[in-house]
């Protein structure tokens, strides 16, 4: 009989559902199949003009239906797929979920193409841009583009597509969503509100104005040349992040109902840790000290030491500034064993997709638990000598891995950390 | 009945048309008869509950930091200010370093200018794709997309005022605020945290903000009228109001061992998504009044309906439906405030709880006195477009 609750005397939190989608593919077997060939999904942008763009690459997703149609729709999309795939693999019924959801995604705002749409349709008169999109929206007879602007629209089509239970949570903390929703629905199970939780991060918000808006902050990677290699976590030439789409879903449930109705658990979300910083709005503190108090919180709500954990699933964004600071705080944590620990990135194949990466790279270190084989760091090729890390350079590795950090910061001081684990302990 | 585990109140941070703080807040509301703060011409057709001129030196000291927001972000940290220095957290380092933080956010302001000549050149131009690369790689301004982002509200109250705890961001209108607020008495009452900064903020002088109603027909137009009787009247009834409203909730035994003065008691806090297309809404809103666990006897109700024509007239239709309930629609005098409007509703409650007073009629059309002390209050947003929820708050 296992031990049904951890310790702390709360129900252990299983994983019985995986679904992710990526510029890599839809669905868990394309992209790990990818993720450990040490593929890039990173290529020249076609879904909109380039001109005047410094930023000519991403990882966005064009595959999709919705791909072209604006960031809520694909957005919806992308939580639909990867929501319908962990609670398909969950074995649950995916019209009637029967949990609370809870969903990470980007803040919606009026697509262009609508607003100039609105704008052209009723010309002549004298009037402002704003007078004028307020007399035209006021006599539409649909309801598609109001619903593109609220922020709580994603996740009511999810609930009625999904039947999730109760109001659902819409939630950012920036590039620390994904992990803040998967924390969320970790939370309510251990309080007993419910035996099971689906948490969905996605991003389908690539637009032009996206990009310019991250681009203008210096964030993005200009190397256009060759888009699989302009992603390098950890090298001494990294210059930016490279934007991205995607989604990441876990179908979350306490150990005891999972077990009692035979359902195979794909692993075990054991701590979630957080710490806001208040230095700046989008520099982290430079002694690291907020994600060094996030790692150390997760390890503790997990009941872990720092012997105890086998890998690390790095933010790595492929900033300079990120990695050095992510550096910093796990050689503060983990002391001299972080040189030989392996510490790999994701993002070298996928870019960065924002709200859906904490979601996205917690399937990916669950799937590395279970597979025994740790996805590379690729592109890296010219190490930062000042950051020493085993990145599981260029291939992957195969390993025994029981124990997986996985950290996600973001602007606006937010860090969030997970740590999950291959089995029950 | 108390346990050391509740939920309560010990800071509240208003700032409406009405003023700022809980004190001008009850001066204003108390009296019989208030009227509302309006602007008519702005926006019109639309009429809107203007912000107070706020001396915001008040509670972001910083220049820089003023700066760096938009009207939006720096009301909700003035507001957030507000409720801190209320609970005496403000600039207490070790309570604000463990202070955790639910924040219920939409979007931050875009640049007006920028976007009307965008559109402008949009006429005659058919590459507009190009046009766009053109006018937002040159005319942005860098730091406005950190004004814009939902978690910067968030992001700016750990800068400005140190709550470093944790920090989340909630998003979805009316209900974003609703799950912030059930959310954060969860954690305290299963002993994940001991003191929370919830609440949000709304800044309705932007034509966008009035877009993302206007694009279902939401708003009210013409002559102003009380929250209760805009059904028939042109437009969808509701008229906004910029305004911010954030609660401290804390454990009962940490405050107490704090020695602050409590406002109320947060009793259940219950929420849910009536899939309104089916008709649903009239039995989830009869659902969610027993959830909430009312007293016997007569009840004052603080009402966050929006004055939307079909939710208005279901919240009402409940709340009529029983003889013991007497509502105060607050949007009357503050407009409707979005993702603050729950956390608003809450505060108001706790008020009158604390001042053991019942606010007067709102409109003495459509309702009814309150003899007597309040000893429990009920806090409601019914949302304009989706979501629902309650609370109920008790005597301290």
Avoid at chain 1, 150 to 167: K, M, N, V, Y
Avoid at chain 2, 350 to 378: C, I, N, S, W
Wanted: proline share 5%; hydrophobic share 40%.
């Amino acid at each position: 009989m296992a031990n049904l609750n951890d310790h702390m005397g709360r129900p252990i939190v299983a994983v019985t559902g995986i679904g992710v989608v990526t510029s890599l593919g839809v669905g868990k077997t394309d992209n790990w199949a990818a993720l450990t060939s040490g593929k890039s999904g990173i290529h020249p942008i076609t879904r909109f003009p380039i001109d005047q763009l410094n930023t000519r690459i991403s990882g966005m997703v064009d595959f999709l239906p919705s791909s072209s149609k604006g960031a809520s729709p694909l957005t919806y999309e992308l939580a639909e797929l990867a929501g319908l795939e962990a609670v398909t693999e969950a074995g649950l019924d995916s019209s009637d979920f029967g949990g609370p959801l809870f969903l990470a995604s980007p803040p919606v705002e009026l697509d262009w193409a609508e607003r100039f749409s609105l704008y052209n349709s009723d010309k002549g008169k004298d009037d402002t841009a704003a007078e004028r999109l307020l007399r035209v929206a006021r006599s539409l007879k649909e309801l598609d583009i109001f619903e593109t602007t609220q922020f709580g629209s994603i996740a009511d089509r999810l609930a009625d597509r999904l039947g999730t239970r109760g109001l659902p949570i819409t939630l950012s903390t920036a590039c620390a969503s994904g992990a803040t929703a998967i924390q969320l629905g970790v939370e309510a199970i251990r309080r007993g509100e419910c035996d099971r939780a689906l948490s969905i991060g996605a991003d389908g918000s690539a637009t032009a104005e996206a990009l310019i808006r991250f681009s203008l902050l210096s964030a993005l990677s200009t190397h256009n040349d060759i888009p699989e290699k302009a992603s390098k976590p950890f090298s001494r030439d990294r210059d930016g992040f490279v934007l991205a789409e995607g989604s990441g879903a876990l179908v979350l449930e306490s150990l005891e109902t999972a077990l009692a109705r035979g359902a195979t658990i794909l692993g075990v979300l054991g701590g979630c840790g957080e710490k806001a910083d208040d230095f700046h709005r989008t520099r982290s503190k430079p002694d690291a000290s907020p994600a060094i108090a996030a790692v150390r919180a997760a390890l503790a709500d997990a009941g872990l030491s720092e012997d105890e954990i086998d890998h690390v699933n790095a933010h790595g964004t492929s900033t300079p500034e990120n990695d050095k600071m992510e550096h910093l705080a796990l050689s503060t944590v983990f002391g001299e064993r972080i040189g030989s620990m392996p510490v790999s990135s994701n993002k070298s194949m996928i870019g960065h997709t924002l709200s859906a990466a904490g979601a996205v790279e917690a399937a990916f270190s669950l799937m590395t638990m279970r597979e025994s084989v740790i996805p590379p760091t690729i592109n890296y090729d010219n190490p930062d000598p000042a950051i020493v890390l085993d990145v599981v350079p260029n291939k992957k590795r195969n390993a025994e891995v029981r124990t997986v950090l996985s950290n996600s910061f973001g602007f606006g001081g937010q860090n969030t950390c997970l740590v999950m684990a291959r089995e029950p302990v | 009945m108390s346990s050391p585990r509740d939920v309560v109140i010990t800071g509240i941070g208003l700032v409406s048309s009405l003023g700022e703080g809980p004190d001008a807040h009850w001066q204003k509301l108390a009296q019989p008869g208030p009227q509302p703060v309006l602007e008519a011409t702005r926006f019109a057709p639309y009429t809107v509950h203007p912000l107070p001129e706020i001396d915001w030196n008040l509670q972001i000291a910083k220049r820089g930091d003023q700066r760096q927001m938009e009207t939006w972000q720096r009301l909700g940290t003035y507001a957030a200010g507000l409720a801190l220095d209320d609970a005496g957290i403000k600039g207490n380092d070790e309570l604000c370093a463990t202070m955790d933080m639910v924040v219920a956010a939409g979007g931050g302001e875009r640049d007006e200018a920028v976007d009307a000549a965008i559109l402008a050149a949009s006429e005659s131009r058919n590459d507009r794709d190009v046009l766009l690369n053109e006018k937002l790689t040159t005319e942005l301004r860098p730091t406005l997309f950190l004004a814009q982002l939902s978690n910067l509200l968030a992001g700016n109250i750990s800068i400005v005022h140190k709550v470093t705890g944790s920090s989340r961001t909630f998003m979805g209108e009316e209900g974003a605020g609703v799950a912030a607020v059930e959310t954060a008495a969860a954690r305290i009452r299963s002993g994940q945290s001991t003191h929370i900064l919830v609440g949000g903020a709304f800044q309705t002088e932007h034509s966008d903000m009035l877009l993302g109603y206007e694009l279902a027909g939401y708003l009210h137009r013409g002559p102003w009228k009380p929250v209760w009787q805009r059904q028939g009247a042109e437009g969808g009834g509701v008229v906004t109001g910029s305004g911010g409203a954030f609660l401290v909730l804390e454990q009962r035994e940490h405050a107490t061992s704090r020695g602050r003065k409590i406002y109320a008691e947060l009793g259940p806090v219950v929420s849910g998504r009536a899939r309104r297309s089916r008709g649903e809404l009239d039995a989830e809103i009869a659902a969610l009044l027993k959830q909430a666990a009312l007293p016997n006897g007569k009840l004052l109700a603080l009402s966050g309906a929006s004055g939307a024509h079909a939710a208005t007239s279901a919240e009402k239709a409940a709340l009529d439906a029983n003889p013991a309930i007497a509502a105060r629609g607050f949007s009357t005098l503050t407009g409707h405030m979005k993702e603050a409007q729950f956390p608003f509703a809450v505060a108001l409650a706790a008020l009158a709880v604390d001042r053991k007073a019942a606010y007067p009629v709102f409109d003495a059309a459509a309702e009814t006195p309150f003899e007597g002390v309040p000893a429990a209050v009920l806090a409601t947003a019914i949302g304009y477009h989706q979501f629902e929820g309650m609370a109920l708050v008790n005597a301290a």
